[in-house]
């Protein structure tokens, strides 16, 4: 791979991808230990989990949700307010890696305020102090990545607070089995099979290149299309959006028809999984087909993890390398994020 290719990567996004299996591995032993200190064991679910969290401290909960069986529902929420059914029958986990995010402080106030919250995941922050002070179980997590680049931590903590919860049960298990889809695809990575020696998330990267990236999912995949929106957002700095079969069938499908008229530069990222039900992967058959003629470059990624858990983080961890080639390819550190830096600050640092 090109030296200055990797120059660009002054704090190291590729080493923080490249560590995901690690962290997850690592995260579940100290955080399932910390979990049993900090949480109170519950022996029948909640009504319900509310995961409380913005940006790279929300998508856990999206991971969770579409990974484990649970005993309940799992709902995210991503803003400044919890659903008003809430109550003490729910259990309602707030996220926030710096502990200052304004959305999820204010769920934390009003979910303590209709029956508490169950646990706090935080590296500190106006939210670990708050929770510390209410004397709600803080689960700490390490303080010094982006907070997107702490997915795995992140996620393997959330898993440890819900099988306390016992809103999941064997989470070591699936927490393990995401570190082997995470592993594969970082293998591939540092020894790429192909002639070039490039990796193939680089390759592909290059096609995606200057393009807008359109990227569809459908059941669990579709809370990793997300993750790739955000990514190529954040990491790329460049616009990307997402959306999930077969609800676009009914819609979006139909945008494709004239979209080569408004000048843009399409590319279509599809992700599957052997989960992924028959007649949807007929629908995107079908999609595609019809709308080949808008994208300038067309993908479909299949999963070849053997569990669904191992599926979701193959996928989302090559589409972490993707968006930080799309920052590299033209010269960008993929690390930093001045303009959300801004907008907070320009809130008020909230
Ligand atoms: C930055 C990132 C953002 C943040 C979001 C919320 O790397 O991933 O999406 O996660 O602005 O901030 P935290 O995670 O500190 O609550």
């Known amino acids: 791979m090109a030296t200055t290719l990797v120059n660009s990567d002054r704090a190291d996004m590729l080493g923080a991808i490249g560590s995901l299996p690690r962290q997850l591995r690592d995260t579940w032993q100290n955080a399932s230990r910390a979990a049993a200190e900090a949480i109170a064991a519950r022996t029948d679910a909640p009504r319900s989990l509310v995961l409380c969290g913005m940006g790279g401290s929300g998508v856990g909960g999206d991971l969770l949700a579409a990974t484990f069986a649970s005993r309940c529902p799992v709902v995210p929420v991503k803003g400044y307010d919890v659903p008003s059914w809430v109550s003490t029958d729910d259990a309602v986990v707030c996220v926030s890696y710096s502990g200052n995010t304004s959305e999820t402080l204010s769920c934390f106030g009003q979910a303590q305020s209709r029956g508490g919250v169950a646990a706090v995941i ?5 939210l ?26 992140l996620y393997a903590t959330l898993a440890a607070a819900a099988q306390r919860l016992a809103v999941v049960s064997d989470a070591a298990s699936v927490v393990e089995l995401a570190a082997a889809g995470a592993q594969r695809v970082v293998d591939a990575h540092e020894s790429p099979a192909d002639d070039a020696g490039e990796p193939p998330a680089l ?15 459908a059941g669990a995949s579709t809370a990793v299309a997300h993750r790739w929106k955000a990514q190529i957002n954040e990491n790329g700095k460049v616009p990307a959006f997402a959306a999930d079969y077969p609800e676009l069938d009914h819609n979006e499908l139909v945008g494709w028809q004239y979209a080569r008229e408004s000048g843009g530069r399409w590319a279509l990222v599809e ?22 003629d808008a ?52 809130l008020g640092g909230r």
Do not use: N, W
């Open 203 to 217: 390759a592909m990267a290059r096609t995606l290149q200057d393009r807008i990236v359109i990227v569809y999912g």
């Open 128 to 153: 670990g102090e708050r929770a510390d002070a209410a004397g709600v179980p803080v689960l700490t997590v390490p303080a010094g990545y982006q907070p997107r680049a702490a997915v795995g931590v």
């Open 271 to 292: 992700l599957v999984m052997a989960e992924t039900r028959p007649e949807l992967v007929e629908r995107m058959d079908i999609t595609s087909e019809l709308s080949a």
């Open 295 to 346: 994208f300038d470059a067309l993908h479909r990624l299949e999963a070849r993890s053997d569990s669904l858990p191992g599926c979701v983080f193959e996928l989302l961890t090559f589409g972490d390398y993707v968006s930080t080639y799309l920052a590299l390819l033209r010269g960008i550190d993929p690390s930093p994020v001045e303009r959300i830096i801004e907008l907070k600050e320009r």
């Open 122 to 126: 935080t590296s500190g922050g106006q």
